[in-house]
């Protein structure tokens, strides 16, 4: 690791110099580029420094200690042991900042969830997802934009597509994917008998133009009379809006704004998010595995959360993390389950003996 440390060393040194070059800084677009590189190897040349530091203190107190005696002894050996101690420490620090960083970290979030199994009960359990995580991407202060729903007879969701910017939407919220599952009384059951029902949670990170590149030949585009609320206009104009895209077969459609070209414009959002993902996908065995285990059946055996009323809880059986504060989980209070993910994450990251920074 200390070898690799150093040649991280070198390579920010270099891009110091960069940074003060002056054709660099008359070029926006490697500007960019390398300060973003620059920002990423800073808290690795930090520890790493303060490490290299310690290191030599250690090495200067033993040195000292062959000619000590008495108090100046005392003190050399307890400025080793202090400093070995911290070295220790500094180490397990390197070791977590050298493991390889999320390629769409800083992204935003394009977030899907669908009523799955469980009819009318499902559709009601997807819009308390929907609220749960726009309750903490409040907490977070990231900012939510509803892209398109569709409601269902009772006030919940068939389907919700939104939007979640934030610097690091992608870090917490990639942990979400998958079959959610509820156990309660539904408002819909007169005998009181608790039932299982499923909503499923799909995350994908937003993709520009740089990241997707679509020809406009390869889309079908229609529009259509919007159907439901969306105001006075909704269903006299042909404001709704179809995509196809016809190499892939996504099709996207938008119907919530009352202009075409905003509904145009969050279609082209969400499939060049889907054509993204599906493009990692294919290049990635790994991700396609993930993808499934992210979306699956929707089925009740299919799960990567459950969310049981009757005992407070709230389990992510991925990692057999429990928590028994189910109503402050739903309302928003999610970072405790995500940090244990995470925590996970790093863990088996660091038992694979971990990676070079990318």
């Known amino acids: 690791m200390l070898e690799r440390l150093r040649l991280v060393n070198d390579e920010f040194e270099i891009l110091e110099r960069q940074l003060s070059d002056p054709e660099v800084l008359a070029d926006p677009s490697q500007l960019r580029t390398l300060s973003k590189r620059y920002a ?27 000619g000590a005696s008495g108090d100046e002894r005392e003190l050399l050996v307890a400025e080793i ?18 493991l390889p960083s999320d390629p769409h970290d ?33 907490g977070c202060r990231w900012k939510v934009t509803l892209l398109s729903t569709s409601l269902s007879d009772m006030g919940g969701f068939n389907d919700v597509t939104f939007e979640v910017r934030g610097d690091t939407a992608w870090r917490n919220l990639k942990f979400e994917g998958g079959p959610h599952r509820v156990q309660r009384v539904p408002v819909t059951e007169s005998q009181g008998r608790i039932h299982t ?8 990170p937003e993709a520009d133009e740089i990241d997707v590149q679509i020809d406009d030949r390869d889309l079908e585009i229609d529009v259509f009379r919007a159907s439901g609320p969306g105001g006075q206009s909704v269903n006299t104009t042909d404001s709704a809006v179809r995509i196809t895209h016809r190499p892939t077969g996504v099709v996207v459609s938008m119907q919530d704004e009352r202009s075409q070209l905003q509904n145009k414009a969050r279609a082209m959002l969400v499939l060049r998010a889907r054509l993204f993902e599906l493009a990692e996908r294919e ?18 055996s299919e799960k990567i959360r459950t969310y049981n009323y009757k005992e407070n809880r709230v389990t992510d059986h991925r990692i057999g993390f429990t928590v028994y504060r189910l109503a402050a989980v739903l309302a928003g209070d999610l970072q405790v389950v995500i940090d244990a993910l995470a925590a996970d994450q790093r863990a088996r990251q660091l038992a694979e003996g971990g990676a070079e920074t990318s």
């Open 81 to 98: 042991e202090e400093a070995t101690a911290e070295i220790a420490d500094l180490e397990n620090e390197l070791r977590e900042l050298m």
């Open 197 to 204: 029902s499923s909503a499923t949670v799909t995350v994908m």
């Open 40 to 66: 990423e190897l800073g808290p690795v040349i930090e520890s790493y420094r303060r490490h290299q530091n310690r290191q030599g203190d250690a090495d200067a107190a033993r040195e000292m200690l062959d």
């Open 106 to 138: 800083g992204k935003n979030v394009i977030v899907e969830i669908r009523g799955a199994e469980g009819g009318e009960e499902a559709n009601l359990f997807a819009r308390d997802l929907y609220e749960m995580y726009s309750a903490y991407a409040s």
């Open 283 to 300: 290049r990635n065995e790994e991700l396609s595995a993930e993808r499934r285990s992210q979306v699956g059946g929707g089925g009740r």
